[in-house]
């Protein structure tokens, strides 16, 4: 399996240098920075925090590390709600804009500083009068509506937790996730707005709250207008609440370890991990990675990602990151396509965007639909392009040069994890020459490494990337598992963390991100697991047995393919198991294409051979299969294969 990850088969050469023109406007120009983070990687990230945050005691210890487990800015005190809003607010600049927000049918709404701080403090007093404690999980499951950011910070403010669900994801993901946190507080909105219509969340979350005891209120932001059910006691409309709320609520000091909030992802096991991020480290390092890796001057530029707050990159670009630094950012509610396939640029153009983050997936959706569309609008405004989720190829890297950035804004091609909390492999544009499909180097105070089978150092050519010391936004665990953490991440190559992904060194040391080497798919850059899907089929009453692999896709990056083996005498659609995976995780874990198979490709001892069946779905040819104990199974799959259309 490793050996198709460390394939070295690309060669890029075509060289960007940063121009004269956006050098003089740059934050960063030289290498100063790594030379002061390698140099010293504590100090470094403990200027960082000293320059970037505000603090309310002192750390006595910058990190300590226990191998695996960090404590960044140890006995220092502060809030991320305060460092988000407050001294803004308090330096004078109330009356910024902190968010445009677009709604998917057109309306929009304009919030500043101050008035986020007024809804924030507000909703924090609504949370604590529900009961809400420091130290309290919130679930919250909400559309992309400006309350899901105020939501988040209202925990903050309060020193609970919050886990944000994706509002994509099925009441049964819902009620694992609220189940395992043990939250009290559920926050939902009745529905939302995708393609031109509402889609009800508050229906669903009633399913979930079925078998969550934990659960003690709920909170129901409105936006969908449609119908929901109120249960007396239980559920409060957010208007309600925030009608009686006062908005004086002091943002109370948490220490610096104080855990900020648990997000679920995937491992290569059927149950998702909760990722535990805390306050002073996590803020330090997405406040930094924010300002230098978008080259933020928050004065001029507005700025905008256009992931979903469900997924670390809305928890980190969308609201922390930018609010730390002062930022004014675009967020939309719905679907790029929209009324029409040029919504985003429209949006660009309306807002004047200046810096613009977003997926190779949905870059390679926008080529597909033709340079014509962004040419339709005035996109001159953007200076900085971003991309983050997967890695980017090298075609969708010039077409977004060419045909969003008209050839004249840098490109970031930023390499993270839920995991790592912000950003870690990245050029800074001011600084950097990029390369298409290359994340570049490590960023300052990061240590990066490619290592062989054995863990030992590769300078040259494929191996898997592994992160060589502790860093302010790592994160803390796993959520009650910490056995789970340390086989997860620490145990594959000693004294160090295993990413999990493949990665190439050129020979100027640049790094190429090769994509995952364990059975977690990346789909439109979603994490998805393997086993996860697996488990989700085999609980149809009908199927005996699956396997699930990622198979290259044009446009998703990876696409779900599964192979079922149904029960004897039993029968099922194949649409009708796609839904019924999208009922159990949620319609992005939908296999593309389901195969029925009497059998699957099996090693003597029993193991399903995927890397087989990744060669059937690809329509290559097959690699070793003297292991195999019955060849015939193969030749059987590779015929039907040939043979299937595929469903999008
Ligand atoms: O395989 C890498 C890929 O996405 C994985 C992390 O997924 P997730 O935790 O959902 O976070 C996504 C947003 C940060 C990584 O292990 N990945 C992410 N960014 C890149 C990438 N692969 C290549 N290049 C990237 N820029």
Redo the contacts with the bound molecule.
């Keep these: 399996m490793a050996d198709k990850a460390i394939d070295d088969l690309m060669l890029e050469n075509r060289k960007f240098p940063p121009s004269d023109a956006f050098k003089r406007r740059a934050l960063i120009t030289d290498t100063g920075l790594y030379d002061d983070g390698n140099a010293d990687y504590e100090g470094f990230w403990a200027r960082q925090a000293a320059d970037l945050l505000t603090w309310s005691k002192d750390w006595h210890t910058i990190c300590e590390w226990n191998l695996p487990f960090s404590k960044w800015f140890v006995g220092g005190e502060l809030n991320v709600a305060y460092n988000c809003l407050d001294r803004h607010v308090l330096a004078g600049r109330g009356d910024k804009v902190a968010f445009y927000w677009e709604g998917e049918p057109g309306d929009s709404r304009v919030i500043t500083y101050a008035e986020l701080l007024a809804e924030v403090s507000k909703f924090a007093n609504a949370l604590k009068s529900l009961g809400v404690r420091k130290g309290d999980r919130v679930n919250i499951y909400l559309p992309m509506i400006p309350e899901a950011a105020v939501a988040m910070l209202a925990c903050a403010r309060i020193g609970a937790a919050h886990s944000v669900v994706f509002g994509g994801f099925s009441s049964q993901s819902l009620s694992d996730r609220i189940n395992d946190a043990e939250a009290k507080v559920l926050i939902t909105a009745d529905g939302g707005y995708r393609r031109g219509e509402v889609f009800a969340l508050k229906p669903q979350a009633d399913e979930a709250l079925q078998s969550t005891p934990s659960i003690e209120s709920v909170v129901v932001v409105r936006r969908g207008n449609n119908p929901v059910d109120m249960q007396a006691g239980r559920d409060h409309w957010y208007h309600d609440l925030m009608a009686s709320a006062s908005p004086d609520c002091p943002a109370e000091p948490m220490d610096s370890e104080q855990l900020l909030f648990l997000l679920y ?2 491992g290569t096991t059927g149950k998702p991990k909760g ?1 535990m991020h805390t306050t002073g480290g996590y803020l330090t390092q997405v406040a930094f990675t924010h300002k230098y890796v978008f080259d933020l001057h928050p004065e001029t530029d507005i700025y905008w990602c256009t ?1 979903d707050v469900g ?3 809305g928890h ?1 670009y969308i609201v922390y990151g930018p609010l730390a630094n002062g930022a004014t950012s675009v967020i939309y509610e719905g679907v790029p396509n929209y009324p029409a396939n040029d919504r985003l640029w429209s949006i660009v153009e309306k807002y004047k965007v200046s810096i613009f983050y977003t ?2 997936t949905a870059i390679r959706t926008f080529m597909k639909w033709g340079g014509e569309e962004p040419a339709k609008h005035d996109l001159s405004s953007l200076r900085l392009l971003g ?6 190829n090298p075609e969708a890297w010039m077409w977004y040069h060419e045909h969003i950035g008209r050839g004249n804004c840098p490109i970031v ?8 909390g912000g ?1 870690m ?2 050029p800074l544009p001011g600084a950097t020459t990029l390369k298409p499909g290359s ?1 570049t180097f490590a960023l300052p105070g990061i240590g990066a490494e490619v290592v062989d089978d054995e863990g030992k150092h590769v300078s040259r050519g494929g191996g898997y ?1 592994t992160l060589t010391h502790p860093w302010p936004s790592m994160l803390r665990g796993i959520w009650k598992d910490p056995d789970r953490y340390r086989d997860a991440y620490w145990s594959r190559f000693e004294g160090r963390y295993f ?3 493949g990665c190439k060194l050129d020979d100027d040391g640049y790094l190429w ?4 080497v364990d059975d ?1 798919m ?1 789909v439109s ?3 998805i697991s393997t086993t996860e899907v697996e488990s989700a089929l085999v609980s149809h009453p009908s199927v005996a047995e699956a396997a699930v692999v990622g198979a290259n896709d044009p446009t998703t990056g990876q696409a779900i393919i599964a192979y079922v083996i149904l029960r004897s005498g039993l029968e099922v659609g194949e649409g009708d198991l796609r839904n019924h995976v999208a009922k159990e995780i949620g319609a992005i874990a939908k296999p593309k294409t389901i195969y029925f198979t009497p059998d699957l490709p099996k090693t003597r001892s029993g193991k399903i051979m995927r890397r087989l069946l990744r060669d059937v779905a690809e329509g290559r040819n097959l690699g070793d299969t003297t292991t195999l104990a019955d060849a015939n199974v193969v030749n059987e799959l590779q015929k039907r294969a040939s043979e299937a259309p595929s469903e999008d």
């Design positions: 992802t995937s990722i992931a997924w670390v990159t980190s997926a190779p991309s983050v989720g997967e890695p980017i091609d930023t390499w993270w994890q839920t995991e790592t950003i492999i990245s994340a990337l990413a999990g992904d991100l090769l994509g995952r977690v990346n850059g979603h994490r």
